[in-house]
């Protein structure tokens, strides 16, 4: 599934891809998707797009003089297990492409898809993110660590870390394979309590003697949790590409399973959480492993689309 990085990737793609091109007309819904209608019509527009954890929000933004007057529209986009953006010809629209943005004549008439095969992914009108999700581990790490150390005494941190770490209302942006490079960097048991793991932070202080660059470096060579839920997925940022499925292309894919040390490497653990997600590990899965173990491979598909928390 899309995590954090996947979806800012597919932001940015949506910026490059639409940068100059003007959209005209209605927008085009599958008749198979279950999502609603976007009531949008306008002679000329254009497209922007922006992302927030585990959301993408589009902006359609009629042009001056464009027919029928009328203000922008947003959209907020949840990728479920395999939703993307494509930029496609008008004849050629690849499969399962459940909403399409034309361009406007003159010129080849274009599409901007959203593409999902599994059919999980949502959209929802007027621009608002998800109400609950907490501040993004990409953008607004200061507020992100805040609202988690702040929050330490709700009982989701009485559950694994493993577990906490896909609760978005704290960990939004974090998922499946993230989750694992990061425990696996820190060699933290992923079944360990998440409280215990977490309230060392709350102490945890820079000498005020240090100067900046001083902190800036202790930082660098020795992060803690919460840094590097927000230094790893800049990690995949900094890959590019649009995303590490393999529907990104080979070269984006080879790319993001050479960065992996952890998530379906040879030679790691294996366990099913509680909500039957796979952690991958080594060492001591922690005091909270589950009794019947679910210990071996799992099917390539997982590793290529990972079943991360939505």
């Known amino acids: 599934m899309p995590e954090g990085p996947e979806l800012h ?5 949506v910026n490059e891809a639409c940068r100059g091109l003007v959209f005209g007309g209605c927008v085009e819904k599958s008749p198979i998707s279950r999502n609603p209608e976007v009531p949008f019509e306008s002679s000329a527009y254009c497209i922007s797009s922006s992302a927030r954890g585990k959301e993408l929000r589009l902006t359609l933004s009629p042009l001056p003089g464009a027919q029928p007057p009328r203000g922008p529209l947003a959209l907020v986009f949840r990728f479920g297990m395999s939703g993307s953006f494509q930029l496609a010809a008008q004849d050629a629209l690849p499969a399962h492409a ?22 999980f992914g949502r959209w929802d009108l ?53 989750r694992a490079e990061i425990l696996y960097r820190l060699r933290i048991p992923p079944f360990e309590k998440a409280r215990k793991v977490l309230e060392a932070l709350q102490q945890r202080r820079p000498s005020p003697e240090l100067t900046l660059s001083q902190k800036i470096r ?93």
């Open 218 to 310: 202790a930082k660098l060579r020795n992060p803690d949790l919460l840094e590097l839920c927000h230094s790893v997925p800049k990690e995949v940022v900094q890959l590019g590409g649009k995303g590490y499925g393999p529907e990104s292309g080979e070269e984006d894919f080879a790319a993001f399973r050479a960065w992996l040390r952890c998530y379906g490497m040879p030679g790691m653990s294996s366990l099913r959480d509680r909500r039957g997600r796979t952690i991958w590990f080594q060492g001591d899965p922690g005091p909270l492993a589950p009794k019947v173990s679910c210990r071996g491979q799992v099917p390539q598909e997982e590793i290529q689309g990972s079943t991360a928390g939505a």
């Open 126 to 178: 007027g621009g608002e993110w998800q109400p609950g999700r907490g501040p993004c581990v990409l953008l607004e790490y200061e507020r992100f660590r805040e609202n988690v150390l702040r929050n330490l005494a709700d009982k989701v941190f009485d559950q694994p870390i493993c577990e906490a770490l896909l609760d978005q209302r704290f960990f939004n942006g974090i998922g499946n394979y993230l």
């Open 98 to 119: 459940h909403l399409r943005f034309y361009t406007a004549p003159p010129g080849p008439r274009l599409a901007l898809c959203f593409v999902d095969i599994r059919r």
């Open 9 to 13: 990737l597919a932001s940015r793609f």
